[in-house]
């Protein structure tokens, strides 16, 4: 199946500062990458929908300001969730389909944020 | 609205066994579904999908999953579990019938194989 990393696998911040999340596809071309959140023993809340080359979309009661999203190309999404604070620690997944392969959304491994 | 139900928290199975995990879901149009594997601390793996077509659906690792119209259901089944199996699964539905195309989750099951 089709192949989606995710950099870094864990990260630890202090309150108050930015992380980035990069998703990439390695094998395929993503038009569309989505980004979830799970908490634990939770399943997968959908946060936003990226589509490359234009705005996210964004689930209602998620921030777009606080959780940036970029999808500057066929293989990279970025999330970036400013001005992180102890509530925003979770476990941040993407997943991607691509051109042709709409049926089938692959996952990266995800990365588990902690924010002290 | 799309939505998916997974009845159980939990499936506990013997080695050597045949499982089921549950799955139903509901949509406007036409479903499809998908079941996913997460191991601890990992993101989702694909196991299976129905599209169209035979409602019998094989996937990985021995996995496969019947279409079932009429009672709106999706369960997973395995003839023979193996320890390495216990995991977390989720069902997940897209309905193509209106538009609408993100994936909706199940709360997921947690399968317990013991040795």
């Known amino acids: 199946g089709a192949v989606v990393s995710q950099h870094p696998s864990r990260v630890i911040c202090k309150s108050g500062t930015s992380v980035k999340i990069e998703c990439r596809s390695l094998d395929f071309q993503a038009t569309t990458m989505f980004w979830y959140r799970q908490f634990p023993k939770q399943s997968l809340m959908l946060m936003a929908t990226s589509n490359e080359g234009s705005k996210a979309t964004y689930e209602q009661g998620v921030e777009k300001d606080k959780f940036l999203i970029n999808h500057a190309s066929l293989t990279l999404s970025t999330l970036t969730v400013t001005s992180a604070h102890p509530e925003d620690s979770s476990f941040y997944i993407c997943?991607?389909?691509?051109?042709?392969?709409?049926?089938?959304?692959?996952f990266g491994p995800g990365t588990r944020l902690l924010v002290l | 609205a799309q939505s998916v139900a997974q009845p159980e928290d939990q499936v506990n199975v013997a080695e050597g066994n045949p499982l089921t995990v549950k799955c139903t879901y509901s949509v406007s149009g036409n479903p499809y579904l998908f079941w996913y594997v997460q191991y601890p601390n990992r993101g989702l793996q694909f196991l299976l999908k129905y599209i169209t077509g035979d409602n019998l659906v094989k996937g990985s690792y021995g996995f496969e999953a019947e279409f079932n119209k009429s009672q709106t259901s999706f369960h997973l089944k395995k003839p023979s579990a193996l320890v390495s199996d216990s995991a977390l699964y989720f069902c997940a539905v897209r309905d193509y019938g209106s538009g609408y195309s993100t994936l909706t989750f199940g709360k997921g099951t947690m399968l317990l194989v013991s040795p």
């Open positions: 997943s991607a389909h691509g051109v042709g392969v709409v049926e089938t959304q692959y």
